[in-house]
């Protein structure tokens, strides 16, 4: 108690008195498209250093993820990697995130390519809210900026290997340098990852490895440096990842969803295959020229990613269902185009740019077959070529006055066409039934999305701001038509109002990052299962409010302790689910009432170190398609830790993640649930050269 109470005190003191700055005031980031201190950024903003992602064993975007309040993912099912922020979640019919990765400028959003590689990072930084006016993918709910290491002239890298049980092996291997000094640079990285998976298929002659996995990530670059102003990047990734099964299990929804454990699914019976196969090959050139006092940046993308998945009819065996499957076979072509000019080392701080990409999707076969439906067989598949062209102009400025305050104004207009060509099929024992035919559609969405924060430093530690900014979704077509009137197929683009209003305190020691944000949603982007066919609709009117906090304390030189917690409450105001029935002021799907982490550390320059995290989220809401309703399932505390020994170029470790097993539902759609990771433990080197 009485060391609780000093490290109260402490917090307050620092917060009231402190004005000094020394290593946490030397944070800066460049998620703004310009090198400024963390604390001149007026909106919430997390950092996550290349120490930290070291230290606490962060390697995909999930992890990263659990590290941010009120943000969440979902990656278990067969519908790809989704995330969910303040109550925004993903799009599923346009295959968009709310939070959109950027890698050095390259914009990951689509939920089949949504894991990059974080083999060459130097910090992470996520700005949470939308991020319109200084990107060019815009974003209606937060920005993942990653931040590659820089070659220099002497060649420098790190290979690492890990192993734990269920026979899971994670390796990686980083390496870059100079060609030519000065002048002429190079690097590769790679990783590899597998595992068993923690559930076993008894059915004869299938793989008992029901839902192992495999992760292949390798990119290579050349950067060249003809003079002190001017660089050109040229990247090149190849990706293949291959899961099978689910982590999870299909359910009777007359039970309560909370009676069904991770246990309960450890052991399956299907017979026919269930996987997906993704692999994305992309370019990507960068080129910058900079002066004294501008910046010029044009990234330019190429990238195709081919998504085949095949998925066992009512997974399971011994119905009539038996030797049927689900499909979804899908090419996507993206070219993308940014050009972005900002200032450098000017007292009013500005960037401004313009966007364009062009996606065509080609989808097909995508559909199923089975009998369950009055013992006769149903056959369903849609062939669609879908196009999307984005234009758009962007900018924002940050004007100093009076001293210690600064206005931010922005502004983003962009042009969104979009046109579907499909073919569906929908037979029984080879007789059409419902919609048959071909479905063609195009639209267009003009939008101006604004944005103005003020903020005002208080002393050299403590700033705060007020920002309102206007998100946007894009709308889209369903890809399985119910018929050929455009009203009955199109969903209308998602809006938001978003109010924030944050403090920032940034010591020697200790650093604090807080926010209370409001968010008026119009038109959310909800996903049903009706009359056989998944579809995307619009909730007419819904609302997300809560409370944000994240921060470190140096104990000492070698001791910290860090966390964060969101608490949101988010509810639909206007959703009429059909068949007389309403959501009003129900809690929205897929987003937990808080997410928090508490993690202490121990890091000196060499010898033993170690490091315990705890993360939890709260009781999480999902639709019931059966009864048209939301039901809720219970959260969970998960525990890791890690210890280990540096001595020279090498760091020896152990770890162990979900120390006491804990499990809980993270997803559920139409019958199918997963879990969250049971506990996993081993061991790893990394040396570095």
Same mark, same amino acid.
């Given at each position: 108690?009485?060391?609780?109470?000093?490290?109260?005190?402490?917090?307050?003191?620092?917060?009231?008195?402190?004005?000094?700055?020394?290593?946490?005031?030397?944070?800066?980031?460049?998620?703004?498209?310009?090198?400024?201190?963390?604390? +001149?950024?007026?909106?919430?903003?997390?950092?996550?250093?290349? #120490?930290?992602?070291? *230290?606490? !064993?962060?390697?995909?975007?999930?992890?990263?993820?659990?590290?941010?309040?009120?943000?969440?993912?979902?990656?278990?099912? @067969?519908?790809?990697?989704?995330?969910?922020?303040?109550?925004?979640?993903?799009?599923?019919?346009?295959?968009?995130?709310?939070?959109?990765?950027?890698?050095?400028?390259?914009?990951?959003?689509?939920?089949?390519?949504?894991?990059?590689?974080?083999?060459?990072?130097?910090?992470?930084?996520?700005?949470?809210?939308?991020?319109?006016?200084?990107?060019?993918?815009?974003?209606?709910?937060?920005?993942?900026?990653?931040?590659?290491?820089?070659?220099?002239?002497?060649?420098?890298?790190?290979?690492?290997?890990?192993?734990?049980?269920?026979?899971?092996? @994670?390796?990686?291997?980083?390496?870059?340098?100079?060609?030519?000094?000065?002048?002429?640079?190079?690097?590769?990285?790679?990783?590899?990852?597998?595992?068993?998976?923690?559930?076993?298929?008894?059915?004869?002659?299938?793989?008992?490895?029901?839902?192992?996995? =495999?992760?292949?990530?390798?990119?290579?670059?050349?950067?060249?440096?003809?003079?002190?102003?001017?660089?050109?990047?040229?990247?090149?990734?190849?990706?293949?990842?291959?899961?099978?099964?689910?982590?999870?299990?299909?359910?009777?929804?007359?039970?309560?969803?909370?009676?069904?454990?991770?246990?309960?699914?450890?052991?399956?019976?299907?017979?026919?295959?269930?996987?997906?196969?993704?692999?994305?090959?992309?370019?990507?050139?960068?080129?910058?020229?900079?002066?004294?006092?501008?910046?010029?940046?044009?990234?330019?993308?190429?990238?195709?990613?081919?998504? #085949?998945?095949?998925?066992?009819?009512?997974?399971?065996?011994?119905?009539?269902? +038996? !030797?049927?499957?689900?499909?979804?076979?899908?090419?996507?072509?993206?070219?993308?185009?940014?050009?972005?000019?900002?200032?450098?080392?000017?007292?009013?701080?500005?960037?401004?740019?313009?966007?364009?990409?062009?996606?065509?999707?080609?989808?097909?076969?995508?559909?199923?077959?089975?009998?369950?439906?009055?013992?006769?067989?149903?056959?369903?598949?849609?062939?669609? +070529?879908?196009?999307?062209?984005? *234009?758009?102009?962007?900018?924002?400025?940050?004007?100093?006055?009076?001293?210690?305050?600064?206005?931010?104004?922005? !502004?983003?207009?962009?042009?969104?066409?979009?046109?579907?060509?499909?073919?569906?099929?929908?037979?029984?024992?080879?007789?059409?039934?419902?919609?048959?035919?071909?479905?063609?559609?195009?639209?267009?969405?003009?939008?101006?999305?604004?944005?103005?924060?003020?903020?005002?430093?208080?002393?050299?530690?403590?700033?705060?701001?007020?920002?309102?900014?206007?998100?946007?979704?894009?709308?889209?077509?369903?890809?399985?038509?119910?018929?050929?009137?455009?009203?009955?197929?199109?969903?209308?683009?998602?809006?938001?109002?978003?109010?924030?209003?944050?403090?920032?305190?940034?010591?020697?020691?200790?650093?604090?990052?807080?926010?209370?944000?409001?968010?008026?949603?119009?038109?959310?982007?909800?996903?049903?299962?009706?009359?056989?066919?998944?579809?995307?609709?619009?909730?007419?009117?819904?609302?997300?409010?809560?409370?944000?906090?994240?921060?470190?304390?140096?104990?000492?030189?070698?001791?910290?302790?860090?966390?964060?917690?969101?608490?949101?409450?988010?509810?639909?105001?206007?959703?009429?689910?059909?068949?007389?029935?309403?959501?009003?002021?129900?809690?929205?799907?897929?987003?937990?009432?808080?997410?928090?982490?508490?993690?202490?550390?121990?890091?000196?320059?060499?010898?033993?170190?170690?490091?315990?995290?705890?993360?939890?989220?709260?009781?999480?809401?999902?639709? =019931? *398609?059966?009864?048209?309703?939301?039901?809720?399932?219970?959260? !969970?505390?998960?525990?890791?830790?890690?210890?280990?020994?540096?001595?020279?170029?090498?760091?020896?470790?152990?770890?162990?993640?979900?120390?006491?097993?804990?499990?809980?539902?993270?997803?559920?759609?139409?019958?199918?649930?997963?879990?969250?990771?049971?506990?996993?433990?081993?061991?790893?080197?990394?040396?570095?050269?």
């Amino acid at each position: 108690m009485e060391r609780k109470l000093i490290l109260a005190s402490l917090f307050v003191s620092s917060l009231l008195y402190a004005n000094e700055t020394t290593k946490l005031d030397e944070i800066t980031v460049s998620a703004n498209k310009m090198e400024e201190n963390i604390k +001149d950024i007026p909106q919430s903003i997390t950092v996550i250093s290349e #120490e930290e992602i070291e *230290q606490k !064993g962060i390697k995909t975007i999930q992890d990263v993820v659990k590290e941010i309040p009120n943000m969440s993912i979902m990656g278990k099912t @067969n519908m790809g990697t989704t995330t969910s922020f303040r109550g925004i979640d993903t799009s599923l019919w346009t295959e968009k995130n709310p939070v959109v990765i950027y890698v050095d400028g390259v914009p990951y959003y689509d939920r089949y390519d949504y894991d990059p590689s974080l083999a060459d990072i130097a910090q992470v930084e996520v700005l949470r809210g939308p991020q319109g006016t200084l990107y060019g993918k815009d974003a209606i709910g937060a920005v993942i900026n990653i931040v590659t290491k820089s070659p220099k002239n002497e060649w420098s890298g790190n290979i690492g290997a890990e192993y734990g049980n269920d026979n899971t092996f @994670n390796t990686k291997l980083n390496t870059s340098g100079a060609l030519i000094d000065n002048k002429l640079y190079a690097g590769i990285n790679g990783s590899f990852y597998h595992t068993d998976g923690w559930i076993e298929n008894h059915y004869p002659n299938m793989d008992k490895d029901a839902n192992k996995k =495999n992760d292949r990530k390798t990119s290579g670059f050349l950067l060249y440096k003809p003079t002190d102003n001017l660089s050109a990047k040229l990247t090149l990734t190849n990706n293949y990842n291959k899961k099978n099964w689910m982590d999870g299990m299909t359910i009777d929804t007359r039970k309560p969803l909370n009676s069904y454990k991770r246990k309960d699914a450890e052991n399956t019976n299907f017979e026919m295959p269930a996987y997906e196969i993704t692999k994305i090959n992309s370019q990507v050139f960068n080129l910058t020229y900079e002066t004294d006092k501008l910046k010029l940046d044009s990234v330019t993308v190429h990238k195709k990613a081919d998504f #085949e998945g095949e998925y066992d009819s009512d997974y399971g065996s011994g119905t009539v269902d +038996d !030797g049927l499957t689900q499909f979804n076979y899908t090419n996507t072509d993206v070219w993308s185009q940014e050009l972005r000019l900002s200032s450098k080392n000017q007292d009013i701080k500005w960037v401004t740019g313009i966007y364009f990409d062009k996606e065509d999707r080609d989808q097909g076969p995508y559909g199923m077959e089975n009998y369950s439906f009055m013992n006769g067989l149903y056959y369903s598949n849609v062939d669609s +070529d879908t196009s999307s062209k984005t *234009q758009a102009i962007f900018g924002q400025v940050m004007i100093p006055f009076l001293d210690n305050f600064e206005l931010t104004l922005g !502004g983003r207009y962009q042009k969104i066409k979009k046109e579907i060509d499909s073919n569906i099929t929908n037979t029984f024992n080879g007789y059409h039934m419902g919609f048959n035919g071909p479905y063609s559609d195009k639209k267009t969405w003009n939008t101006f999305l604004p944005k103005a924060a003020l903020s005002y430093k208080i002393n050299d530690n403590l700033t705060t701001y007020v920002s309102v900014s206007k998100g946007y979704m894009p709308g889209g077509f369903n890809y399985y038509p119910s018929s050929n009137i455009s009203e009955e197929n199109s969903f209308k683009p998602e809006k938001s109002i978003n109010y924030e209003l944050g403090v920032k305190y940034i010591g020697d020691s200790f650093s604090l990052n807080t926010a209370i944000f409001r968010m008026n949603i119009d038109d959310l982007h909800v996903y049903k299962f009706e009359r056989g066919q998944w579809a995307a609709e619009n909730a007419k009117k819904a609302h997300s409010q809560g409370i944000e906090l994240d921060g470190t304390y140096f104990l000492t030189d070698n001791w910290s302790l860090s966390g964060a917690v969101g608490l949101i409450q988010a509810k639909y105001d206007d959703y009429d689910v059909g068949g007389g029935r309403n959501l009003d002021g129900e809690k929205m799907g897929n987003t937990p009432n808080y997410t928090a982490n508490l993690g202490i550390s121990y890091l000196p320059n060499s010898g033993v170190y170690g490091r315990v995290d705890l993360n939890t989220r709260g009781k999480t809401n999902f639709f =019931n *398609q059966r009864t048209s309703s939301m039901i809720e399932a219970d959260g !969970g505390i998960t525990a890791n830790a890690k210890i280990g020994y540096k001595i020279s170029d090498w760091d020896i470790y152990a770890y162990v993640t979900n120390l006491t097993n804990e499990d809980y539902i993270d997803t559920y759609m139409l019958t199918m649930v997963s879990f969250n990771e049971p506990r996993k433990f081993g061991i790893g080197a990394i040396y570095k050269f």
